[in-house]
């Protein structure tokens, strides 16, 4: 689901977070979320990631995929493991081309190896002109030269990947609180994907749970079960 949405370096499509939500994982992961925090089964999604500020659990899966991807790539060329990857990368097999995909989320993915080696040398990393006489050569000294154009290093940095990933993210769930009809009063109070604090410092389960139920309208008040029966919400008053 993630793969087929950084098509392009996209945004996620309306459809992503209800895609990702009935992943197995991420029906485990919902779950225990759900009954950590004490509510029902049916309690938005939207909500349970924003109170405890977790992203879904396929992002961890990935970030260990790419960062043992790395320790691949840097093994010595005359390994046996490193020949199996590169044989790997020969047949495009599918797992490779979704980390080629994931790989493209860092800007250095396609640039060539002089621009990317000095953007990962670079202490301000926000620095990426190239000031040195050898990048900038004069005009004189291409003029025999073919125009080419360089091979991409192919390189990439799995926290720029996991950070636009995670923006990503974001993105969406903003977008799945703003529009969701049942956190309009969440969408009122919550300002950040973050977790929350009252969730550390809250004294007992109850007040905890309560507190949660309310914000996320995972309760039984008129308000919200008024919903069920199309009532309008200025009619939704508690007896």
Not at 70 to 76: D, G, I, P, T
Request: glycine share 2%; hydrophobic share 30%; aromatic share 10%.
């Amino acid at each position: 689901t993630i793969v087929n949405n950084v098509k392009n370096n996209k945004p996620f499509t309306k459809n992503f977070l209800p895609k990702l939500s009935r992943s197995p994982s991420e029906k485990v992961h919902l779950s225990f979320l759900k009954w950590a925090l004490g509510v029902h089964r049916k309690s938005s999604n939207v909500g349970v990631w924003g109170e405890t500020g977790r992203y879904p659990l396929v992002y961890q899966a990935i970030r260990l995929t790419l960062n043992f991807y790395k320790r691949l790539q840097n093994l010595a060329d005359s390994s046996f493991v490193k020949a199996a990857l590169r044989e790997q990368r020969s047949l495009k097999l599918p797992w490779f081309s979704n980390i080629e995909k994931l790989a493209e989320l860092d800007e250095i993915y396609h640039l060539d190896h002089v621009s990317a080696y000095r953007i990962l040398t670079s202490k301000d990393k926000s620095n990426k002109s190239c000031d040195l006489p050898i990048c900038n050569p004069p005009l004189k000294a291409l003029s025999n030269l073919r125009e080419v154009k360089p091979l991409p290093s192919r390189k990439f940095r799995v926290e720029e990947v996991m950070k636009n990933l995670t923006n990503k993210f974001i993105q969406s769930w903003e977008d799945g609180k703003s529009s969701s009809n049942k956190l309009s009063y969440y969408n009122s109070i919550k300002q950040k994907f973050a977790r929350e604090p009252y969730l550390d410092c809250s004294k007992g389960f109850a007040h905890r749970y309560y507190t949660t139920q309310l914000r996320i309208s995972a309760h039984d008040l008129h308000i919200e079960t008024g919903r069920y029966s199309d009532t309008a919400r200025d009619q939704r008053v508690c007896h």
